[in-house]
């Protein structure tokens, strides 16, 4: 049986996955879970929660290890666990990284360095782990979710590798069976490129040990629970439903046949009456809006003369080249 490195004060190791629906964390907390338990001969539980079950939607996965005999009562979600796998970066900015205890582990999906993620999340007191599994999915032609394993296991050293292998092949072999390969090879890579930073704590008194609270609670939610940024508003930003692609746009070869606007389910474009060469009035396409893209590329399927194309979001990029929508009654 493996020994766990740590435990809380009620006997559990606790893993907590941050993603978005669509990048398999769901299914990647049952396989940990699976090789936790039947791997390496632990006692633990492992359940998820989301909304609604559709791509781009917020999902968590909480697994919980404790030696043989522990009684597991504890079924809440994870508030402060040992270890964080964020498997979309833009989740750091909404707390996916909060309560992670001190000494704790956070993986993050991301192509920037260890050092910048710990910088912009503000993470002290513990390791930072990055990995672009993103990347590694779309070279392989394969899951986020495997390339994100493989980093896990890295970090877990209690859990068996070799032992993981076996769990794909078994959970893709019967319906997948010409998948099992590439995930294997996919979970290796993540093992292997992974880049891992210990970050100290900024303080070095009593209080910098303590277990961080949690972004929100009782005391600090809104009034009544209310959500501030709904999704009709025009506030929502639907940013954080990419999961590696966005549309780049040319204005010079675009007709402004409106193919793109037709097909995106978000109002992402924007428009504006200008004079054509002979002087008539017509809409001419600006740009896109990238804080309501969510990156399904449905426009760039639409378009005629591949004004708009697929690339892989890289940072900054939607930021430099967005064209904000102007409303009517509502200030700059």
Not at 176 to 188: D, M
Request: charged share 25%.
């Amino acid at each position: 049986m493996a020994v766990l490195p740590e435990v809380n004060k009620l006997g559990f190791f606790e893993i907590r996955l941050e993603s978005i629906g669509g990048l398999g964390a769901n299914l990647a907390g049952k396989m940990l879970a699976e090789a936790g338990i039947v791997g390496a001969g632990m006692d633990g539980v492992s359940f998820s929660s989301y909304g609604s079950e559709k791509k781009g939607s917020p999902v968590k996965a909480h697994i919980r290890f404790c030696e043989l005999g522990t009684p597991i009562r504890d079924t809440s979600p994870i508030e402060h666990p040992h270890v964080i796998g964020i498997f979309h970066e833009a989740l750091i900015k909404t707390g996916g990284a909060s309560g992670v205890r001190p000494g704790g582990i956070v993986l993050v999906n991301s192509a920037r360095s260890a050092q910048r993620i710990a910088e912009d999340a503000d993470l002290q007191g513990c390791t930072v782990a990055v990995l672009d599994a993103t990347r590694i999915a779309l070279e392989e032609k394969n899951k986020v979710n495997m390339a994100m394993l493989g980093g896990l296991f890295r970090l877990c050293a209690f859990l068996d590798p070799e032992f993981m292998k076996d769990v794909i092949a078994k959970s893709l072999g019967k319906k997948y069976p010409q998948a099992v390969e590439l995930a294997i090879r996919v979970f290796e890579r993540g093992y292997s490129e992974i880049e891992m930073l210990e970050v100290p704590a900024k303080e070095s008194d009593e209080a910098s040990a303590k277990v961080p609270e949690s972004p929100f609670g009782y005391l600090n939610q809104p009034l009544g629970g209310m959500v501030v940024t709904p999704g009709s508003s025009l506030l929502k930003d639907l940013s954080i439903s990419r999961s590696g692609m966005l549309p780049a746009f040319d204005r010079a070869t675009c007709i402004n046949c409106a193919q793109c606007d037709t097909a995106c389910p978000d109002l992402c474009f924007v428009w504006e009456e200008q004079p054509d060469k002979r002087g008539r009035m017509q809409m001419v396409l600006q740009g896109i809006d990238y804080q309501y893209c969510k990156g399904c590329l449905k426009c760039v399927e639409a378009c005629p003369t591949d004004s708009l194309s697929r690339m892989l979001e890289q940072e900054g990029y939607a930021d430099a080249n967005q064209v904000k929508h102007r409303f009517d009654y509502v200030e700059a």
